[in-house]
């Protein structure tokens, strides 16, 4: 008798899940007719380029998972930087720093800068006081062909 549903847990083991990915993302890219053959070309490839090599994607794997999963340093480090987020996100409009510019070439961008801003507000300002003009002047010819 067999028993349909149990709580075993298998142990992939180490580069096995690596290896089934670049064999996934290789039979999407290629779309082959028969899947199993294109698996046995692909992993007589990947043996003749490991022995070529002696580079083994499954072994590079498993020490990237191992770093991930298992370097408490890296996981220190990313905590760091998310606690620097936050504190620059809590920074109010008063604790802002004032940036200082040094060179004379990066004051005359800066300058450049503001007077583009402010000529494109000027623009703005003056095309709505012609919309008001051109509105008013539309409502009194309404009014008097009234």
Known sequence: ?????????????????????????????????????????YFENLLEKREKTNFDPAEWGAKVDDRF???????????????????????????????????EDDKDKEEMAALKIQAAFRGHLAREDVKKIRTNKAEEETEENN
């Open 1 to 41: 008798m067999s028993i349909p549903f149990s709580n075993t847990h298998y142990r992939i083991p180490q580069g096995f899940g690596n290896l089934l990915e670049g064999l996934t993302r290789e039979i999407l890219r290629e779309q082959p007719d028969n899947i199993p053959a294109f698996a046995a070309a």
């Open 69 to 103: 999963y298992n370097n408490h340093a890296f996981q220190e480090h990313e905590s760091e930087k998310c606690e620097a987020e936050e504190k620059s996100q809590s920074v109010t409009e008063e604790e802002t720093p004032v940036l200082t510019i040094d060179s």
